[in-house]
């Protein structure tokens, strides 16, 4: 019961919170045709490889992604793909939120260059899953607490909770507007983007908040269940 609590909210940002990429339909991408044998000859600057990045990021595009992003793409893409998490929320309910997840907006900003190092500033716009995390969990516990003490079974109390889920994503608002940094390194001559995981403001602006969001309501249901 206690891995189910979280599961819904999990979904959201667990194809980006270990390395900030994954999956998605495709949808905003500019560059529909960047495959694996164009990325590394068009990295002449650090603007070009985060452009790269997060147009592959958009386009489910892993081979690019292996060759300019120094993180490890397969532990994001096992996340999407857990039958875990589908056999807990539904396959309807993964769609749902990868579509929305990933149809994220973003504009590249100011490029420093450090010797082999630089930074490209990123503004990314999303859909606000933070607040729809937190407003979500506090009627889920409030809600599984009743029903509980009405008899209600695990079961029911997932189906119900889901169903609260999907019409909340329903009406979700794109209204998340955060900036962050991309970090970069020069690998064999090119710019590449380095590991992203510890990058908590890039994470926290990916996932419209839900990254910064499921890390408290994770440490509060730890107090909880110690």
Do not use: H
Request: proline share 0%; hydrophobic share 35%; glycine share 8%.
């Amino acid at each position: 019961m206690r891995r189910k609590l979280l599961v819904i909210g999990l979904i959201l940002c667990l194809s980006v919170i270990m390395t900030a990429c994954g999956k998605n339909s495709g949808q905003e991408s500019t560059n529909a045709s960047a495959s694996s044998g164009t990325a590394s000859s068009e990295l002449a600057s650090p603007s070009d490889a985060a452009d790269q990045f997060m147009k592959a990021v958009k386009q489910k595009d892993e081979k690019t992604l292996d060759q300019i992003y120094l993180g490890d793409t397969e532990k994001v893409f096992g996340a999407l793909e857990s039958e875990d998490i589908e056999d807990a929320v539904g396959e309807k309910t993964m769609e749902q939120v990868e579509d929305k997840l990933f149809g994220f907006k973003y504009e590249l900003g100011e490029e420093k260059i450090d010797g082999d190092k630089a930074s490209v500033d990123v503004n990314i716009r999303t859909y606000d899953f933070g607040g729809l995390i937190g407003d979500f969990m506090q009627d889920y516990f409030a809600n599984a607490i009743s029903a509980a003490l009405k008899g209600k079974d695990d079961s029911r109390i997932q189906e119900d909770a889901l169903k609260t889920f999907r019409s909340s994503m329903k009406d979700l608002e794109f209204s998340s507007d955060r900036d962050a940094t991309i970090w970069l390194t020069k690998k064999d001559g090119e710019w590449v983007v380095k590991d992203l995981s510890s990058n908590t403001t890039f994470l926290d602006a990916l996932t419209g908040g839900a990254y910064s969001r499921m890390i408290k309501i994770s440490k509060q249901v730890e107090k909880l269940t110690s």
